[in-house]
């Protein structure tokens, strides 16, 4: 009888042991203007298997962020852009082969996240990610009117309503937010629009969001527009401030007048060190 409690402690011990010895990989991207850290989502095991094998073969090591839109996000890891002249358009290299979409609806297009490039819908209707171009999300704070309008069903109605001559005022209003290219303004114009667009034509406009989405786009920003259309594989969980530095060179047809080169490197570490060293949760891993 004696022998049961003691089968049943060296049991736990070794789950215990074996919980706190569970690892996963951190990515480091270096640059001049400092470190971003980000882990990588084990839900999308093609893009993870994918980029630690690119970071592990130096495949990154001087490629740039190429493009760079402030308020969107900064995208790299075009092989072409290793040697690229001054002004040279990049975003069309890779490593030859793409990366199955690996859409979760857990992950969401949040300040940080980390996501895979690819072609357009036109020529690439599975939305199949580059093999290797990727981009870390700024984004913008969004309110909630905007994230509960369909803006694209609105804007595929606003030209009927604008058929009727009573509504030529509002098609100034939005008129001059959009050609003083202020996106916030327009935005907020349309939102404020939709009750009237809603109730002439007879349409529904509304949109659904999950109550963490919203909290999250509302709070840290993200870039909404985005979901459902590109992979998120991971999350950068720190240096966010090194992404707000980059996002706010200057461009010329978005891409940095001033060259930004990257370092990528992958360490494995125990999940424990990671949450202690970055304060990341991993509440799935426990």
């Known amino acids: 009888m004696k022998r049961i409690p003691i089968l049943v402690t060296l049991i736990l011990l070794v789950i215990v042991s074996g919980c706190a010895q569970k690892k996963d990989y951190v990515v480091t991207i270096k640059t001049r203007y400092g470190n971003m850290v980000a882990i990588l989502y084990d839900e999308t095991?093609?893009?993870k298997a994918n980029f630690i094998k690119l970071a592990k073969e130096h495949y990154y090591d001087s490629t740039m962020f190429h493009r760079v839109i402030q308020g969107f996000m900064i995208q790299g890891g075009d092989p072409d852009s290793k040697?690229?002249?001054?002004?040279?358009?990049?975003?069309?290299?890779?490593?030859?082969?793409?990366?199955?979409?690996?859409?979760?609806?857990?992950?969401?297009?949040?300040?940080?996240?980390?996501?895979?490039?690819?072609?357009?819908?036109?020529?690439?209707?599975?939305k199949a990610s580059s093999g290797s171009q990727f981009y870390v999300v700024q984004g913008t704070k969004m309110t909630e009117g905007e994230l509960r309008?369909?803006?694209?069903?609105?804007?595929?109605?606003?030209?009927?309503?604008?058929?009727?001559?009573?509504?030529?005022?509002?098609?100034?209003?939005?008129?001059?937010a959009f050609q003083a290219q202020d996106?916030?303004?327009?935005?907020a114009r349309m939102v404020a629009l939709r009750p009237r667009v809603e109730k002439e034509l007879n349409v529904n406009l509304s949109k659904e969001i999950s109550p963490e989405r919203l909290k999250?786009?509302?709070?840290?920003?993200?870039?909404?527009?985005?979901?459902?259309?590109?992979?998120?594989?991971?999350?950068?969980?720190?240096?966010?401030?090194?992404?707000?530095k980059i996002a706010a060179v200057t461009t010329e047809q978005e891409r940095p007048t001033e060259d930004?080169?990257?370092?990528?490197?992958?360490?494995?570490?125990?999940?424990k060190?990671?949450?202690k060293l970055y304060g990341y949760h991993y509440p799935e891993k426990k």
């Open 260 to 271: 930004i080169r990257m370092t990528v490197t992958v360490e494995e570490l125990s999940v």
């Open 183 to 187: 996106v916030k303004l327009l935005q």
């Open 216 to 244: 999250v786009y509302t709070t840290v920003g993200g870039t909404p527009a985005l979901d459902g259309g590109y992979t998120v594989f991971g999350k950068v969980i720190q240096g966010l401030d090194v992404l707000d």
């Open 273 to 275: 060190k990671i949450e």
């Open 83 to 126: 040697k690229a002249t001054p002004g040279q358009r990049l975003g069309q290299g890779g490593p030859g082969y793409t990366v199955n979409a690996e859409f979760n609806p857990k992950f969401f297009h949040e300040r940080g996240a980390l996501s895979a490039a690819r072609l357009a819908d036109a020529q690439n209707p599975t």
């Open 149 to 176: 309008t369909d803006f694209e069903k609105l804007n595929n109605v606003l030209g009927q309503f604008f058929q009727n001559p009573a509504n030529q005022g509002a098609y100034d209003s939005l008129a001059e």
């Open 45 to 47: 095991p093609l893009h």
